[in-house]
């Protein structure tokens, strides 16, 4: 029997189909309103791809934002349990995962065997998120993969609160408009500066332990990547697809379970 | 402020009515949970009626020592407990917290404090003959009495209780509480009863006795009290120290649980964790904790600020300073001691003893004390490899955090325990 993982975000759908034990095939669609429908879409689409009918016998494995929602799954899981299996497939040295999502940053630490042994979430606030890097790119009016190219050039960080999204959305603002105004590459630096001392706050609280691996959709932004490198000072891990982990993850439960 | 508020107490006697009606015949309300709640009726009936007979009430702050209120035949209102069971009750008090904010106090003050000064400017509590509070156990306890003293236009009596806990610090509270005597018989108009003092002291030192033995129950497995029994536990020590009624309970309790490891019954039907219970949980989420636990097959085995008591025995023979002494033997003072290696061995010793898999630090947000405590609780069960989580809460106010954000993390915390 195949399996499939699905990670139910709030801005993007993931799902990775394994067969074999090999990924057969993934994918990720923008999420709609309704969790279950996207992600039958989403399936349907990956399934098409690797020549599997969605319909067919398939164990699913959901779980993100809106796992619990989708009633054709056969079990769902919680995100950092998906993580956690995701990342230790990909990279099984890796001893803390450093996940930044479209609103929520999650750091999970993890024992020897790639189990949970520890996780720290940060939900409060918008600040340090996907959400808020897409306000930011709005408010500079540039596309995210600018940002992160420009950023590289930056020689004096701009300072960026990284308490409230709104506080920093009023603080960019005011950047951009002094006399003379924060040279842009600054800004985004900045903005990445106050993201990472965000998650550097959390991953410091779970502990930090070599080696460390990121993932979701924020993990796709090389500047912040680098900004991430240089404050832990070591060289991190960046899975190829990083959004994809929790959703492999949630696959290779699915794959476990039928083997049980 | 203008006397607006909704009386607490009618609440809380009105829920108490309710809850052993409803549970009349089934098998949750046990022989020991209906004598809980007639206890809490008499209690907070004896407060609402205390004008009428002409009683003497004096308010009391956590740990005050209410031994000496009794023992006077004065009738007391032990302040916080009836604040957060206005929210266990009620299920909110937006009403109490919003008058504590008219009052000035910022959100950041514990909302028990915070609500019980709105409680008093809104008419919502009784007002106290006198006032009692303590430097036990933080900086919100030892300021709120001041408040009280000004809202109700009240007599009040500070205890400075010392930090540490060598006999000279003893013999000092001794000197505190024998000032308290002369305090509360000239404000009253009455004498202490030594005699009585002496009896209610024995009655506590029989108290703490049985606590032990119904932990030791609790150590089988499965365990057979209920995930969140320790708040009965709590609330009949914060209520009625040293009281007859206390004794029957316990007795009563013991039996129960003593016929149910007897049987090998649990409390919850499969028995999957055993949580350590550090700190408060939210008195609104009480009833989702129960059920929450009995889904998950996760209960409560041990909470060692709330149900184990420090060693030592209390000796009738000299009342005073047993009363004194208690105060350090109080389970909440392993937060409120000196945070030393003694103090955090205790939780791991506590942790093997009861075979925890994994423990819960329901994070009180007001409560700036036990907040930076969690780091150091963390890494001293970590050490044994036992993993703990922290929930951020307030213990009344429902607006910090919801059933369904709590309900996310404890899932996720199952599944921890489950994957290990």
């Known amino acids: ?260 | 402020m203008k006397a607006t508020g909704k009386n607490s107490i009618e609440s809380i006697l009105r829920a108490c009515r309710l809850i052993m009606k409803m549970g009349q015949g089934t098998a949750d309300m046990s022989p020991s949970r209906t004598m809980y709640y007639k206890m809490l009726i008499k209690y907070f009936s004896s407060l609402l009626q205390a004008k009428e007979n002409g009683d003497f009430i004096a308010a009391h702050t956590v740990f005050f020592p209410a031994e000496v209120i009794y023992a006077m035949d004065l009738v007391p209102m032990h302040t916080e407990t009836t604040t957060w069971m206005t929210a266990l009750f009620t299920g909110e008090c937006s009403d109490i917290l919003a008058a504590g904010s008219s009052l000035g106090m910022a959100s950041e003050i514990c909302t028990p404090h915070r609500g019980l000064a709105g409680a008093f400017a809104i008419g919502a509590l009784p007002r106290p003959d006198v006032m009692l509070w303590s430097n036990m156990v933080c900086d919100n306890t030892a300021k709120s009495g001041e408040l009280v003293m000004e809202l109700c236009d009240c007599p009040g009596f500070f205890i400075d209780r010392p930090f540490k806990d060598s006999q000279y610090e003893v013999n000092y509270l001794v000197g505190e509480l024998q000032d308290l005597v002369k305090f509360l018989e000239d404000k009253s108009g009455r004498k202490m009863n030594w005699d009585k003092l002496s009896v209610i002291v024995a009655r506590m030192d029989k108290q703490i006795e049985l606590i032990r033995q119904i932990n030791e129950l609790r150590k089988s497995v499965p365990t057979p009290f209920r995930a969140t029994g320790f708040l009965e536990l709590l609330s009949v020590d914060y209520l009625f120290p040293g009281q007859p009624e206390a004794i029957e309970y316990l007795e009563t309790l013991l039996a129960e649980l003593s016929e149910m490891v007897k049987k090998g019954e649990g409390a919850v039907s499969r028995e999957r964790f055993r949580v350590m219970s550090l700190f408060i949980p939210p008195m609104y989420l009480i009833a989702f904790l129960e059920k929450i636990s009995q889904e998950y097959g996760a209960v409560s085995v041990i909470e060692p600020f709330f149900t184990f008591w420090g060693e030592g025995r209390l000796d009738p023979a000299h009342p005073l300073e047993s009363v004194a002494k208690k105060s350090y033997m109080i389970p909440e003072m392993r937060m409120y001691r000196p945070m030393d290696d003694l103090a955090l061995d205790a939780i791991v010793d506590c942790a093997q003893q009861y075979k925890v898999d994994g423990a819960i630090f329901y994070a009180d947000v007001g409560c700036r004390h036990s907040c930076a405590t969690i780091k150091l609780f963390k890494d001293s069960l970590n050490r044994i490899d036992i993993p703990m989580l922290t929930l951020d809460c307030d213990v009344v106010d429902p607006t910090i955090t919801s059933e369904e954000e709590f309900r996310e993390k404890l899932e996720r915390f199952f599944e921890l325990l489950e994957e290990r």
């Open chain 1, 1 to 260: 029997m195949n399996v499939a993982g699905l990670d139910i975000g709030s801005l993007t759908t993931k799902v990775v189909v394994i067969e074999d034990d090999t990924i057969a095939s993934s994918g990720v669609i923008p999420s709609g309103e309704e969790a279950e429908s996207t992600a039958r879409e989403a399936l349907a689409q990956v399934s098409m791809r690797a020549h599997i009918d969605s319909n067919g016998d398939l164990y699913i494995v959901s779980t993100g934002i809106g796992g619990k929602s989708i009633s054709f799954a056969q079990q769902q899981k919680s995100i950092t349990t998906c993580l956690a299996r995701g990342i230790s497939r990909l990279f099984p040295t890796a001893r803390l995962l450093i996940d930044m999502g479209a609103e929520s940053i999650t750091i999970v630490k993890l024992n020897e065997r790639g189990r949970v042994s520890d996780w720290l979430g940060h939900d409060k606030c918008a600040a340090g998120t996907g959400i808020f890097l897409q306000q930011m790119a709005k408010l500079m009016q540039m596309p995210l993969e600018e940002m992160a190219k420009i950023s590289l050039n930056a020689k004096s960080p701009a300072e960026i609160s990284s308490t409230c999204a709104v506080f920093a959305e009023s603080e960019v603002i005011s950047h951009v408009h002094r006399d003379p105004p924060t040279p842009r590459e600054d800004i985004v630096a900045g903005i990445y500066s106050s993201l990472v001392s965000r998650v550097m706050a959390l991953a410091k609280r779970v502990g930090i332990e070599k080696d460390v691996a990121v993932s979701g959709g924020v993990a796709l932004n090389i500047g912040l990547l680098t900004t991430l490198e240089k404050e832990l000072g070591f060289k991190i891990l960046v899975p190829e697809q990083p959004q994809l982990v929790a959703a492999l993850g949630a696959a290779i439960i699915a794959g476990e379970n039928i083997d049980r």
